[in-house]
């Protein structure tokens, strides 16, 4: 636990030591703040639905943003040999860079919290799906970042990293989308179904924790990060 919580405190101060997390947090609050509001007075109804609906987009660009330099920037100016000659285990260096991704995402959508707050002042929201949407967002966004870090691990070019996270989300995102599944053959569909990032949420957004949906996203998690710990194992093969 002590080497996890220096790679992640070292990785975390890295954000704030530049101009990063500030630009990644004020453009996040305000991009959706203002797509959100702009729908918001238009229909005229006291609710969230528009601002989590606009999330899981925000989130495949804004994700992979975040966690591009992770090991990319490492391998590029060689810090990644010095670190791993360090008395420290390869997942231990994965988990402490994810925690320090998915701490600065949790920093920004708890100070999304003020959208929420407002809606409640304008009007008299359902509590329900605004929790279930929260939970969803941190869940997915984890999700995002799992999977942002293991784009990372497969590169040192950080553009090329931030694109491939992109097409990873995307694809995870859509799969259970209803535009891929009506083209899916009738056998494939409850797999596809189940293995869409958004399909999981959409669930969550009803107001209902559902055990399933909990599983799916730790599972995901779970999946990339060991594919982020086997992808650093195997520089020591090349």
Not at 38 to 59: D, T, V, Y
Not at 69 to 89: D, F, V
Request: proline residues 4%.
């Amino acid at each position: 636990m002590n080497n996890i919580a220096a790679i992640f405190k070292k990785e975390f101060k890295s954000y704030f030591n530049s101009p990063i997390a500030y630009i990644y947090i004020t453009v996040f609050l305000c991009l959706s703040a203002w797509l959100f509001f702009r729908g918001f007075f238009l229909i005229n109804q006291a609710e969230m639905r528009g601002f989590f609906g606009l999330m899981p987009w925000l989130f495949l660009f804004f994700m992979p943003a975040v966690t591009m330099k992770l090991w990319a920037e490492e391998k590029k100016i060689g810090t990644i040999e010095i670190l791993m000659t360090l008395p420290i285990k390869d997942y231990e260096v994965v988990i402490g860079k994810y925690l320090s991704s998915f701490v600065l995402f949790g920093v920004m959508i708890l100070l999304s919290l003020s959208l929420p707050l407002t809606v409640a002042y304008l009007g008299d929201p359902d509590g329900g799906p605004i929790i279930g949407g929260y939970i969803g967002l941190f869940l997915m966004g984890a999700a995002y970042v799992s999977i942002g870090l293991f784009a990372s691990t497969l590169t040192e070019n950080q553009i090329v990293a931030f694109i491939l996270g992109i097409v990873m989300c995307f694809v995870l995102l859509i799969i259970g989308e209803d535009i891929v599944l009506f083209k899916a053959p009738n056998w494939l569909v409850p797999l596809l179904s189940y293995l869409g990032l958004g399909a999981h949420f959409s669930s969550l957004l009803r107001g209902v924790i559902d055990s399933r949906d909990l599983i799916y996203y730790l599972s995901v998690i779970g999946f990339f990060l060991y594919m982020s710990v086997l992808s650093v194992e195997s520089r020591k093969w090349r």
